[in-house]
């Protein structure tokens, strides 16, 4: 069965024009944003194609892996026609454990002029996952404000960035950021991210009224008038065992595709079945429903604060296993566990049953 890799090598000879981008072709731009492409591309250098930015990589660093699923993607989009021209520009990333935020986005310009926005989803860091739990209590993440950050900053190529400064458009940065979004729709703009990087899209989507394809993101917990009002401007993908992508609220239809991976592993899109014209359909698995709907039901009992005592509380279980990234997982300390058992231990059952489920879901997915 064919999957993200194969779609790349057997439709690369094709450009845009001889076969329009689908919902596998905006998947393969979401992953991209996965790559550090700092070396080569930054908010204020020159744009780069995608040919030319894996040229760039390898000279810049011989010992790079590209056994990498993400490098061995950009490498195989390199020298094709559909992709090598398409030019790379505006890479931004940035993590702070203060603001709890875990934030990178890139640009990427099609050969007719549109533009891909692309945010990266949750990456090695625990800090990014602790990002995630965040929206369960608060309103808004620090990636969301990120998000419209970036945006001011992709503005300086569509001269608009003079809006956000100028009191002519309004009295306060909010009057003139709605300036903004109005002369923004004119933008031929699409958004794509993968798990947060999905969530993302969808935020950014509904701010500026764009199209979106999200893969396996949440939904949303706020703005949801705006969203109602460009759902159908929201492509979601989910697969048979989704957990992430079902989180919150999505006003638009989540379309269900095939894994060749089971359980918390269908969470990877390169997993995903491809046909000719797009991801070929799945079923959902039940399973997955009834492990959502354990989660929901603890959750809808807790209020905001509680809910962040719990956030809290799980996280001190990582500190106190020395876990900080994806790859402390796969070696803890066992002379430590202990000290995330005590934590555990003094929680009470429910609570206690509860975050277990959580922190499973994390392990699984970093392995």
């Known amino acids: ?139 808004t993440i620090a990636s969301e404000e990120k998000v419209v950050e970036y945006m001011n900053e992709i503005s300086y190529e569509y001269d608009l960035k003079s809006i956000m400064k100028d009191p002519f458009y309004g009295r306060n940065i909010i009057e003139r950021f709605n300036k903004y979004r109005a002369v923004s729709k004119q933008l031929p703009i699409t958004f794509v991210g993968h798990s947060k990087g999905g969530h993302l899209a969808i935020y950014a989507g509904t701010i500026f009224q764009k199209e979106v394809y999200n893969f396996d993101g949440p939904g949303m917990n706020i703005l949801l008038d705006d969203y109602e009002k460009n759902k159908d401007q929201v492509h979601s993908f989910v697969p048979g065992y989704s957990l992430f992508g079902r989180f919150f609220e999505h006003k638009e239809k989540l379309q269900v595709v095939n894994s060749e991976n089971s359980t918390y592993k269908e969470h ?27 989660v929901f039901e603890f959750l809808d009992g807790l209020s905001k604060e509680e809910k962040k005592e719990f956030v809290e509380a799980m996280f001190k279980v990582f500190d106190e296993l020395g876990v900080k990234t994806i790859d402390d997982v796969r070696r803890i300390n066992y002379h430590r566990v202990f000290s995330g058992i005590d934590v555990l231990i003094r929680m009470d059952s429910k609570t206690r049953n509860n975050m277990i489920e959580m922190i499973t879901i994390l392990i699984n997915e970093f392995k």
Do not use: C
């Not at 993200?4 to 329009?20: I, N, W």
């Not at 995903?272 to 709907?293: D, R």
């Open 1 to 139: 069965m064919s999957t993200l890799m194969d779609y790349v090598e057997l439709r690369g000879d094709l450009t845009m024009l001889q076969s329009p981008f689908n919902e596998v072709d905006y998947s393969a731009f979401a992953l991209l944003s996965y790559i550090d492409f700092a070396p080569v591309v930054t908010m204020n250098s020159e744009a780069k194609t995608i040919r030319e930015v894996y040229q760039q990589l390898k000279i810049n660093d011989p010992q790079l892996d590209f056994k990498n699923q993400y490098l061995a993607l950009l490498e195989a989009m390199a020298y094709t026609n559909r992709y090598g021209n398409i030019l790379v520009k505006k890479y931004f990333s940035e993590t702070s454990e203060e603001l709890i935020q875990q934030f990178a986005a890139v640009t990427f310009i099609l050969e007719d002029g549109r533009v891909i926005v692309s945010f990266r989803g949750t990456d090695h860091t625990l800090i990014g996952w602790k990002e995630n739990f965040t929206m369960l209590y608060q309103e």
């Open 268 to 294: 990877a899109v390169f997993s995903w079945s491809v046909g000719i014209h797009g991801f070929k359909e799945g079923v959902v698995q039940e399973e997955s429903l009834k492990a959502l709907q354990n």
